[in-house]
């Protein structure tokens, strides 16, 4: 091998990591480091490809350091945390005595749990159930039903014992029906309408507009009857509020303003 | 062995997901989605995982994945394909690489070839070997060197062209 060929080994060495004992490595590093040589053998060291190398390394760490400066949301390990409502899993097996401290810990959650439902009546908080409703219009999904007609969309709803006992804006009603999914939120059913405004769509986009309906007991800490919460979630502008025992999340792939035509 | 709870997990490797996902997808908002989405299929299925040490490459190879089925239905925008790079290696000096900020890097990353940009990330992300790169991106570490060949090349050499200041530094062959 010649030095090019060295140079093109070594443009993929990370230094200060295990590549330093990758075996793919050993000879250009041998080539690229001074060190002394053994009894009996003659150094390999190239100073050239050495100068190269030390660069590289350089160039290397400085590239690297602009990646780690990429900022964390403040405030994300919570959102992940609380998106997730499942216990804590253990992903390899407890020890006797972990299994009595599990046990012990168990029981106080338990208490505590207890308490908690007494207290709030079981119901989950609001701004989870939003993040949850606008992933969901984000993610990949397939409508139950596809259809431009409010009463069969009502009709299959009624079927999944989804809620159909809501009153549209007056916005939203001069916005296309697509059809509609029965979801589920903590166990209760949730109707989500999908609409087209009219408006250009995004790329590879069916719907631009969609509506969450859920008992209004079923969520903690829901809005008030008026007026709607705006926020925005992710990429989805929302507008949240309560009326007539339901909450509703209108989600639009727009801004504010595109988002207020419709309530 | 210790037990390993979510919120340890979460604790252990939100960080480093983010800034993967944000060096694919480049919007706060979409590298949100990604590193959330992930963390909602551990809590769903990590349990299925016995050993804690493939913790790591179980996320990120997760990530990846939902990177790529979100990819599938969107259009990209056009870019203008790079060339392949020449023979000679392009290489930045580290005066150039200390000038650069982060946002520019990524810039750069993201006019990278799709297909080599999330090999490049993991690389300098450092957060795995090889043969954990290849594991998160279902290649054999042979491709996953080709890949970050050429695309550090691309890279390099978008860095070398959009730096006011730069100078290029070109493989000498003697």
């Known amino acids: ?19 330093r004992a990758d075996p793919g490595f050993k000879e250009a590093l041998e080539r690229a480091n001074p060190s002394p040589a053994p009894s009996g053998r003659q150094d390999k060291f190239d100073r050239e490809l050495g100068r190269w190398f030390q660069e590289h390394c350089s160039s290397h760490l400085s590239i690297r350091s602009k990646f780690l400066q990429i900022p964390v949301p403040p405030g994300l390990k919570d959102q992940i945390l609380a998106e997730v409502r499942t216990p804590a899993r253990n992903v390899i097996p407890f020890r006797p005595m972990d299994l009595l401290r599990a046990a012990a810990i168990l029981v106080l959650c338990l208490g505590l749990a207890a308490l908690f439902w007494r207290t709030h009546g079981g119901k989950d908080d609001f701004n989870t159930y939003r993040g949850r409703m606008a992933r969901t219009a984000m993610q990949p999904y397939v409508m139950d039903l596809q259809s431009h007609d409010l009463p069969s969309i009502n009709a299959f709803l009624a079927g999944r014992k989804a809620p159909t006992d809501y009153v549209l804006p007056a916005g939203v009603l001069k916005a296309q029906p697509l ?66 025992g339901k909450t509703y999340v209108l989600a639009a792939a727009g801004d504010e303003e595109f988002l207020r035509k419709y309530f | 062995m210790e037990s390993v709870s979510f919120e340890s997990v979460v604790e252990q490797y939100y960080e480093p997901l983010y800034r993967f996902a944000f060096s694919l997808a480049r919007t706060e908002a979409d590298a949100c989605d990604l590193t959330q989405q992930t963390f909602y299929v551990w809590a769903t299925k990590g349990h299925q995982l016995r050993d804690k040490n493939s913790a790591k490459t179980w996320l990120f190879t997760t990530l990846h994945r939902v990177f790529l089925q979100g990819r599938r239905r969107e259009t990209r925008f056009p870019h203008d394909p790079l060339n392949e790079t020449d023979d000679q290696l392009p290489f930045i000096c580290p005066v150039m690489a200390n000038e650069l900020d982060w946002e520019q890097v990524l810039d750069a990353l993201g006019r990278v070839d799709e297909n080599y940009q999330a090999a490049v990330a993991l690389f300098y992300l450092q957060e795995c070997s090889y043969r954990e790169i290849a594991e998160i991106l279902e290649v054999p570490i042979g491709t996953v060197k080709s890949r970050l060949a050429r695309g550090l090349g691309q890279l390099k050499k978008i860095l070398i062209q959009t730096s006011p200041s730069s100078r290029i530094g070109k493989a000498q062959h003697e």
Do not use: H
């Open chain 1, 179 to 244: 059809g509609c999914a029965a979801l589920k939120w903590q166990g209760q059913p949730v109707s989500m309408i999908c609409f087209r405004s009219g408006q250009p769509l995004p790329a590879g986009g069916q719907t631009d507009l969609w509506l969450f309906i859920v008992d209004q007991s079923s969520v903690r800490n829901g809005p008030s009857a008026r007026p709607p919460i705006v926020a925005r979630v992710s990429k989805l502008m929302t507008a949240a509020w309560t009326q007539g």
């Open chain 1, 1 to 19: 091998m010649n030095k090019e060929d060295f140079r093109k080994i070594l443009a993929l060495y990370r230094p200060g990591t295990a590549d």
